[in-house]
């Protein structure tokens, strides 16, 4: 198991090697989930208690709110337990949890959940209903007011249906992101998303400026994270995306931020990781999107996948069945600079699953 260049070089995540994390997990609703068939980021029906109960099972490895492991239509059980497995092989030194607007919050103790008074955002198909501005300088002011222990951080994130707001934001900001987000499906609702999207764009004003742009069709981790990363950036904090295709539109909404309030930004200590099931997906292109950026970043993948397990609900994984969230790409780039095999990750995920 070692970690892949997509765009930039090797030498950022080398310099990570045996350093220690703190992980964060950003946790939010959006109505654009309730909309039959656009995401199968966990059980019909109960979409929106997917972050409640990747942040239980994470923080536990219980889940709490249901009586069992969210799993996909097909049988495909969340990312977050690549990343519960890594925690429990050389555990992150903190797990801290984002609340940008949960419909339920997750029932632990003890670990730091920061709560915002953010409420879950609307279906951007109608209007995600969000003030971004607020988000945004909440975010950076969370940035500024955060006491940092170790030696970097690493953001992930689980937002059913973010990848459909992601390519909203992207395409409302002025990028060419046709066919380049990932899904949470091996074949991607596309008439669906698309529609759902042109209804986003199409609530956009002549004359909107970006934060109103992001208000009207984006999410609140993109919004609330972009105050933050550039916070953390200010504090020259070294901070690792841990995830996909919405982590490449995160990197985007600051890239416009930047442009919008002629700053620019040292990304030295900035990257983003994901999973090669994402680098690898056809349907989608992440370094197209990074190619995008006005500014230079290392960004990497790693190359595990499910080839050591017999147990069909993983090698639905290989299949491209789920490809990315609850920051697995961070966490298996963390393993890797710690010592950790793919078969110790393998082994520890399947002894969730019986």
Not at 61 to 71: D, H, W
Not at 159 to 165: E, L, N
Not at 249 to 274: M, R
């Amino acid at each position: 198991m070692t970690i892949k260049t997509i765009i930039g070089n090797i030498d950022f995540a080398e310099y990570l090697r045996g350093k220690k994390g703190t992980f964060f997990l950003s946790l939010s609703n959006t109505d654009t989930a309730k909309i039959e068939g656009i995401t199968q980021a966990g059980i019909p029906g109960m979409i929106h208690l997917t972050p409640t109960l990747d942040t239980e099972f994470l923080c536990t490895g219980e889940v709490r709110s249901l009586e069992n492991i969210a799993t996909t239509p097909k049988g495909v059980p969340t990312p977050g337990l690549i990343t519960r497995a890594v925690h429990l092989l050389h555990p992150f030194n903190t797990l801290a949890l984002l609340n940008l607007g949960l419909e339920v919050k997750p029932k632990i103790d003890y670990f730091p959940l920061y709560d915002f008074g953010i409420t879950p955002s609307g279906s951007i198909g109608t209007g995600a209903n969000i003030d971004a501005m607020e988000l945004f300088e909440k975010g950076l002011e969370f940035a500024q007011e955060y006491i940092f222990y170790n030696d970097y951080i690493i953001l992930g994130e689980s937002v059913p249906s973010g990848t459909t707001t992601a390519l909203a934001t992207a395409l409302a900001l002025g990028y060419d992101a046709h066919e380049k987000f990932s899904s949470s499906f091996k074949d991607a609702p596309n008439s669906i998303k698309e529609s759902v999207v042109d209804a986003a764009l199409s609530n956009c004003k002549e004359g909107d400026d970006l934060f109103e742009k992001l208000s009207r069709v984006s999410d609140n981790m993109l919004i609330f994270n972009s105050g933050f990363v550039l916070g953390l950036q200010k504090r020259k904090i070294t901070t690792v995306l841990a995830g996909g295709t919405q982590m490449a539109a995160l990197l985007l909404v600051i890239n416009s931020i930047l442009k919008h309030t002629d700053q620019t930004i040292n990304s030295h200590k900035l990257a983003l990781c994901t999973t090669k099931w994402v680098h690898e997906d056809p349907n989608s292109d992440i370094k197209g999107l990074l190619e995008m950026l006005d500014f230079p970043i290392n960004a990497y993948y790693v190359d595990f996948d499910f080839s050591l397990t017999q147990h069909p609900a993983l090698k639905l994984y290989d299949d491209g069945e789920a490809k990315e969230g609850v920051g697995a790409g961070g966490a298996l780039m963390y393993a890797c600079l710690n010592g950790i095999t793919k078969e110790q990750i393998t082994r520890k995920v399947e002894s969730f699953l019986q």
